[in-house]
């Protein structure tokens, strides 16, 4: 068996390699980078997640193509456009989801929830983001049911303007 070396991780859970240490902190701050599939638009985020988790909801499945969505939750403030803002398209389904995306390849990037004063983005966009998720929201629309323990929320938990309605594993 070959034996798996993990990488290093800061304390926010988030791999470092030491080419790269320099850059992702900025003092006590830790800083990500994420990138739409072609690489045009780089958004850059700064601090920890409030939550990550998965969403099971109809409309993020059909938007991200996939039978379950991950992602981070941070607050608004700590998502910027780091590059590429002119290719930066968005498509607002409701006030609580403007969905943005790369306009040149079409790659997802983040939900901004502007109501809620956060902003989501999506798990896959960030390479170097330890996922470490603590709840599945949406629950109710599940397709693929995962047991591993999380919090299942029917909706949304009550914070986030949800039923805070749980259901069982």
């Given at each position: 068996?070959?034996?798996?070396?993990?990488?290093?991780?800061?304390?926010?859970?988030?791999?470092?390699?030491?080419?790269?240490?320099?850059?992702?902190?900025?003092?006590?701050?830790?800083?990500?980078?994420?990138?739409?599939?072609?690489?045009?638009?780089?958004?850059?985020?700064?601090?920890?997640?409030?939550?990550?988790?998965?969403?099971?909801?109809?409309?993020?499945?059909?938007?991200s193509?996939?039978?379950?969505?991950?992602?981070?939750?941070?607050?608004?403030?700590?998502?910027?456009?780091?590059?590429?803002?002119?290719?930066?398209a968005?498509?607002?389904?409701?006030?609580?989801?403007q969905?943005?995306?790369?306009g040149?390849?079409?790659?997802?990037?983040?939900?901004?929830?502007?109501?809620?004063?956060?902003?989501?983005?999506?798990?896959?966009?960030?390479?170097?983001?330890?996922?470490?998720?603590?709840?599945?929201?949406?629950?109710?629309?599940?397709?693929?049911?995962?047991?591993d323990?999380?919090?299942?929320?029917?909706?949304?938990?009550?914070?986030?303007?949800?039923?805070?309605?749980?259901?069982?594993?």
């Open positions: 068996m070959i034996p798996l070396r993990l990488p290093e991780r800061d304390q926010a859970g988030i791999a470092i390699s030491p080419a790269r240490h320099a850059r992702r902190k900025r003092g006590n701050v830790v800083s990500l980078t994420g990138k739409c599939f072609c690489g045009t638009v780089e958004i850059e985020i700064t601090g920890s997640p409030e939550t990550m988790g998965y969403c099971h909801c109809r409309s993020c499945r059909s938007w193509g996939s039978p379950v969505n991950a992602f981070g939750l941070w607050k608004a403030e700590a998502v910027k456009i780091a590059k590429g803002a002119e290719h930066l968005m498509f607002q389904k409701s006030k609580l989801s969905r943005q995306y790369c040149k390849c079409g790659g997802h990037l983040m939900t901004n929830r502007r109501p809620l004063g956060l902003t989501e983005v999506f798990a896959a966009t960030i390479p170097d983001l330890a996922f470490t998720p603590s709840l599945h929201i949406n629950y109710t629309e599940a397709v693929l049911p995962m047991r323990g999380l919090p299942k929320f029917r909706n949304f938990p009550g914070a986030l303007g949800g039923s805070g309605e749980m259901m069982l594993d």
